[in-house]
């Protein structure tokens, strides 16, 4: 079975209620839902959630140790956490899938928003499509391992 890990940022567990206007109206439970609903068989999603940036890192290294393909909405992280570039560049090097995802398009944003750090070492990055951008993502990921 493969194991995707789906991994959200800081202020993300806010979803549904926090400026649904540029992110919508789903929680990331009802992602969640989706994003189980929409699983191929034999791949499963585990949905997680941090505002921590230590966590965030140690799950992007629990992914390379599982040999689990990544989503990734690094939220606010995106345009300044070079500790999760260098783990989310571990992932890419360990030859597994990481997708960055971003459920507004960020560069039609805030200037601070139009940067990532992450991008440059993901395998793909998906924005703009509000809850859709994480089906997207798990589409592209599991034609990638094949199911």
């Keep these: 079975m ?14 549904g209620s926090r400026d649904p206007e ?18 191929p068989a034999g791949v499963s999603c585990e949905v997680r959630q941090t ?4 966590e965030l890192i140690s799950w992007l ?9 990544v989503i990734l909405n690094p939220a606010a992280f995106t345009h300044y956490s070079y500790a999760l570039r260098d783990a989310a ?12 995802i971003h459920l507004s398009n960020p560069h039609q944003r805030e200037s601070f928003r139009r940067q990532s750090v992450i991008s440059a ?4 990055v998906i924005a703009g499509f509000g809850a859709d951008s994480y089906i997207l993502a798990l589409q592209q990921i599991t034609r990638m391992a094949g199911n």
């Design 121 to 124: 070492v993901a395998t793909g």
């Design 61 to 69: 290294h629990e992914a390379i140790d599982t040999g689990s393909p």
């Design 2 to 15: 493969t194991r995707i890990v789906v991994l959200n940022g800081p202020n993300l567990g806010r979803l």
């Design 22 to 39: 540029v992110y919508g109206h789903a929680t990331l439970s009802d992602i969640h839902a989706t994003l189980d609903a929409q699983c």
């Design 89 to 100: 560049e571990m992932v890419t090097q360990a030859g597994l899938p990481l997708i960055e």
């Design 51 to 54: 505002d921590s940036e230590a």
